[in-house]
């Protein structure tokens, strides 16, 4: 049976918007499919968490003020006794030594200008024997360089020589002095005081914290570090000087300055390096007030002990720990984990910070970049990139065209 004009249209109705549908979806629709972003699969971030070290146990003495600090470790590590300033004795010559070199500057391995002594520099030999002071000989018509002087002042503590040195350097005492206080002022010491360069007046005082924080400003001098290493010097005209600090040498110290003053008792400033895992660890330590040097160095001895066990390394992280996890919409998995190794030394018990921070991820490479893990201690912050496990790959066209649903964009 023929069909009528109405079923011809109909059909043909049907045929034209039926290949208008499939020009769309082979147009628009497919392409849209296979091309539009895939959702990124976001990160399930893990805890990290990093044990401390344990608690120093010490045994300070139990007279004058002591503190503990070490180079790169802010401020006092432990301290006891006094925290109020105490007479410095010759610890002092370490300011002047380091003032001296701020006038007049030498490089490491250099001798500086000669310095010939005058009368004037007799008188002041006379002026610390009267003092009880320790002095070094001298007399007219000597002629030193800079570098033998600051020798004579550090490892034999002569306090003539600490005197003629600051002279030289200022033109004055006077001078001197006035360059002392501005740079105490400038290096932060708030408890500092200093009247003589030599540390015989019992007015040149500081606490047990800022002597922490100008023993690091000496060992930081290669100059002066170099001076007070020195188990023994010897000095034409003069002789063989033996170091006043007897330590030297044990327990890892070297360096870096003693003190004796009557009625205040002996002190020692002192600087002790070690090594703590694959660190090096250069300790700072003062104790002051001792009756003796023998009774000052037999305590420091027993409270080394327990510092040295005080430090630790710390394993933050090991290389492939895993700080988060990947999910794919299209059921890929992979995680988030450290690229390196990282450690720290800590002092005692202080506490490891750490936090992550990871980006969510569509496709990616193996150790592709997606984050970083930090961890924070003693102010210091230690920073581990975060790279993926295995690799995220597209999920090809079958799945894209079986779930438009879950593709961005999609239609």
Not at 173 to 199: C, E, F, R
């Amino acid at each position: 049976m023929p069909l009528t004009r109405r079923q011809l249209y109909r059909r043909r109705r049907i045929a034209v918007f039926g290949s208008l549908a499939l020009v769309l979806a082979v147009g628009f629709y497919l392409p849209m499919t296979l091309l539009a972003p895939l959702q990124a699969a976001t990160p399930v971030v893990a805890k990290h968490a990093v044990l401390p070290g344990a608690t120093a146990q010490l045994a300070f003495p139990s007279y004058g003020g002591s503190a503990i600090g070490a180079v790169g470790f802010d401020g006092v590590l432990a301290q006891a006794g006094s925290t109020a300033p105490l007479p410095m004795a010759s610890i002092t010559k370490l300011v002047t030594m380091l003032v001296v070199l701020q006038a007049k500057p030498l490089a490491l391995g250099e001798e500086g200008p000669s310095i010939t002594m005058t009368s004037a520099d007799v008188t002041l030999y006379n002026r610390y024997v009267a003092q009880n002071g320790s002095v070094a000989p001298v007399r007219s018509g000597l002629a030193f360089t800079q570098h033998e002087l600051m020798e004579l002042s550090l490892v034999k503590s002569a306090d003539n020589y600490a005197a003629s040195l600051a002279v030289w350097a200022y033109g004055s005492m006077d001078a001197y002095l006035s360059a002392a206080k501005s740079w105490v002022a400038a290096h932060q010491l708030p408890s500092m005081t200093i009247t003589d360069p030599t540390g015989i007046l019992p007015t040149n005082a500081a606490t047990t914290a800022d002597l922490l924080t100008l023993g690091k400003l000496a060992l930081a001098d290669p100059v002066i570090a170099g001076i007070v290493s020195m188990k023994s010097v010897t000095i034409h005209d003069i002789g063989t000087l033996k170091n006043t600090n007897s330590l030297l040498g044990s327990l890892g110290i070297v360096g870096i300055k003693t003190g004796t003053l009557t009625g205040a008792g002996s002190n020692l400033l002192f600087a002790s390096e070690h090594k703590v895992g694959g660190s090096e660890v250069t300790v700072v330590g003062v104790v002051l007030g001792g009756s003796t040097h023998a009774v000052i160095d037999a305590d420091i001895k027993v409270l080394m002990t327990g510092v040295l066990a005080g430090f630790h390394e710390v394993t933050l992280v090991s290389k492939g720990d895993t700080f988060a996890s990947y999910t794919t919409r299209w059921g890929q998995k992979t995680t988030a984990i450290a690229e390196k190794t990282a450690s720290v030394v800590t002092w005692s018990d202080t506490a490891v910070t750490s936090s992550s921070t990871v980006a969510p991820v569509t496709t990616g490479s193996k150790g592709q970049d997606v984050g970083t893990a930090s961890f924070t201690v003693a102010g210091r912050t230690i920073r581990v990139p975060l790279g993926l496990s295995r690799a995220l790959t597209d999920p090809g066209p079958g799945w894209r065209l079986s779930h438009p649903g879950l593709l961005v964009g999609a239609p």
